[in-house]
């Protein structure tokens, strides 16, 4: 019997007439192994994954094979967008035995949960080296049978490796000017001169390393820190990765020329570079990057957002092409014929010119992915404007990929942040209304009556796997830019309710923080990474979020947290900055204070918007009439209007400058 018609999952959903008789996460599958004295087989994938639907169509539909797996496992299926903690302990064993890692994840594991024996997919038949997915489940089985001491011992010592690897970094003190000198210096040697980005392919978009190359760059001047990160931008603006007739960025590039994307796109993608590129834009007043950062916002807006007001996951890689078939990118590449088709001869070649589109092809079968393949600006911007907007209602008629519509409460607090700075940046009131009803969703939903947030929801229902560190700290994150955007406090203290939470719940000795509550359900060894993967790692967004609070409150407690988190960067930063950008962001803006923005006057005025655009990292703004605001925000107390002007008051490092009620002297005090 599958046991997944009722999950709010939709990859989970995927499944549920599948014939294998999948269980859900959950201490009865396991009672279950027991009592059948069979192994566990956990798959772990998610709804927009290329592979998983390869891996399912292949085995998990077929009918024998899923006798063979019903009859000798108890099959446990895992969206690991749910469960990210039950992905990260599992995952780390995988790469540990196997050097690699990735999706869809195969783990077999005993009763106990201790895992035995790993890979990721598997195909039907034997090929490249692989055994098929019949041959490890008829090997695991002969082993579990004939082997039961072995598999035994290699489970044990699985998991007293696993348990072994507890971080030490943390109170170590401080990431320094050093430490961040390091990191910009590791971070040019692997930065690629002619194509931009970091390393070679697959490449990813590095948004958390831009993030802190722009802070760097503000904080102490350095051109080389700017030019990494505004070249960066502009190749995967004018790449494949991104899509040049919808906006949004695709996962990532097959390619280091950024040409070829694997298609799926991710609502934390979207979120993280719209915020880069209007970041950008702030500190360069790049074309471009304001360009790239409104088409994203309107992305999010039109393809992913629900009718609850929040943000969807996903929209998958594959869909539909004209013949019927099921394949990756269909609905965004085109061939020369297919252009003709829709714009006529004259306009098609002009296409083709502009977006790369070639008779050989750039993807597969002769089809291209559309990228700018001209350099320098548009020399008929009328046309390619016309042109774009009739490729883009005919790719329209297209079938749509698969939306994953579950709501992550993580990946929606970056949403929040993204639309709440864009709207307040390009003027853009509507993005601030879908921020805050985002917002409002994660406070109704998610955190319910406890201020304990749920990880996800689906159609205005909350899901029952509790929040990880990653949401705690995004949402966080989001609700602090929303409360500078829109001068509502109440913004400030949900964050507040939330942070106290991770002091309580998730703090560990000398600074450390764990993913998972110390009351949330024990796995087989307490998850805890510090490292970037393609989010902020929860451990680094909650140190930015406690510390924005704290520059926000004067909270001591928040302030102290967020420098024992830091540790961990002042040991890695220096090591391995493309996988903790984020925490060198969050170390650029303790060094510069950060500062904290008190704009006494009306939200949304002159000095409130100088405030907002100011590049100083992390820099806290807090803006509302005074007296009426001083209850809303800590740092509006006893700040009143000069001369009956609004007023800005900058303090950081426990020292605040005069006050002023010229924005210009503002912008220039907030110039990093």
Request: with cysteine; proline share 6%; aromatic share 8%.
């Amino acid at each position: 019997m599958n046991r997944l018609a009722d999950v709010t999952s939709p990859y989970l959903l995927q499944h549920a007439d599948n014939p294998v008789d999948w269980w859900p996460w959950s201490p009865e599958a396991f009672e279950e192994a027991r009592r059948r004295d069979v192994p566990v087989l956990l798959s772990v994938g998610y709804a927009s994954c290329h592979w998983c639907h390869v891996m399912a169509h292949e085995s998990f539909e077929d009918a024998a094979l899923a006798a063979y797996l019903n009859e000798h496992f108890v099959p446990v299926k895992v969206d690991r967008e749910e469960r990210p903690d039950v992905d990260a302990v599992y995952m780390e064993a995988v790469q540990a035995a196997t050097g690699q890692g990735g999706w869809p994840m195969t783990v077999f594991l005993t009763a106990d949960a201790e895992p035995f024996y790993f890979g990721t997919y598997f195909p039907p038949e034997p090929r490249h080296g692989m055994p098929s997915f019949r041959q490890v489940l008829e090997g695991v089985t002969a082993a579990w049978t004939d082997r039961r001491g072995e598999v035994a011992e290699v489970a044990g010592r699985i998991v007293t490796d696993l348990a072994g690897r507890s971080l030490a970094h943390g109170g170590d003190g401080v990431p320094g000017e050093p430490e961040l000198a390091q990191a910009l210096l590791a971070l040019s040697r692997e930065y690629d001169e002619k194509h931009g980005g970091f390393g070679g392919a697959p490449k990813f978009p590095p948004s958390m390393a831009v993030e802190f190359l722009l802070r760097h760059h503000a904080r102490t001047g350095a051109e080389g820190a700017l030019e990494m990160a505004a070249d960066t931008c502009a190749a995967m603006a004018r790449g494949g990765i991104y899509d040049q007739l919808g906006g949004g960025f695709a996962r990532y590039s097959v390619d280091r020329e950024w040409v070829v994307p694997h298609f799926e796109k991710m609502l934390y993608d979207n979120a993280l570079l719209c915020r880069v590129y209007a970041h950008l834009w702030r500190a360069t007043g790049s074309d471009l990057a304001r360009r790239v950062a409104l088409e994203t916002a309107d992305f999010m807006v039109r393809e992913l957002r629900t009718t609850e007001g929040g943000f969807a996951s996903a929209l998958d890689a594959d869909s539909e092409d004209a013949q019927g078939r099921h394949v990756e990118g269909a609905y965004y590449v085109w061939t020369p014929e297919q252009l003709r088709e829709v714009l006529g001869e004259e306009d098609a070649a002009f296409a083709a010119a502009y977006f790369g589109v070639s008779e050989e092809g750039t993807f597969e079968e002769g089809s291209s992915v559309l990228r700018l393949a001209r350099t320098g600006p548009d020399e008929d911007p009328a046309r390619v404007a016309d042109v774009r907007a009739r490729l883009l209602t005919a790719r329209g008629e297209r079938v749509r990929p698969e939306r994953d519509d579950k709501i992550v409460a993580a990946w929606n607090g970056l949403a929040v942040a993204a639309l709440a700075e864009t709207g307040a940046y390009f003027d853009r009131p509507d993005l601030i209304e879908r921020a805050t009803e985002a917002a409002d969703l994660l406070v109704r939903v998610h955190m319910g009556d406890t201020a304990r947030l749920c990880r996800t929801s689906k159609d205005g229902r909350a899901g029952d796997n509790a929040g990880v560190l990653e949401d705690y700290g995004d949402v966080a994150e989001g609700f602090l830019a929303l409360a500078s955007v829109t001068g509502e406090g109440a913004w400030l203290d949900f964050a507040g309710f939330l942070l106290d939470i991770v002091l309580e719940r998730f703090t560990g000795e000398n600074g450390q923080l764990y993913d998972t509550a110390d009351d949330a359900e024990q796995l087989i060894r307490r998850p805890q990474d510090p490292t970037d993967s393609a989010t902020p790692a929860g451990w680094t967004a909650a140190a930015g979020a406690l510390l924005s609070y704290a520059a926000h409150t004067g909270s001591e407690a928040h302030r102290t947290a967020a420098e024992g988190a830091l540790g961990v960067v002042k040991a890695l930063g220096p090591k391995a900055p493309r996988f903790i950008g984020w925490g060198l962001a969050v170390a650029e803006a303790l060094l510069d204070g950060p500062r904290e923005v008190a704009v006494a006057g009306p939200v949304g005025g002159e000095l409130h918007r100088t405030a907002l655009l100011g590049r100083a990292p992390g820099a806290v703004v807090a803006a509302g009439e005074v007296p009426e605001g001083a209850a809303e925000f800590p740092l509006l107390v006893d700040r009143p209007l000069v001369d009956g002007a609004p007023t800005a008051y900058v303090c950081r490092h426990f020292v605040c400058a005069a006050p002023t009620t010229d924005a210009e002297e503002l912008e220039r005090g907030l110039g990093g």
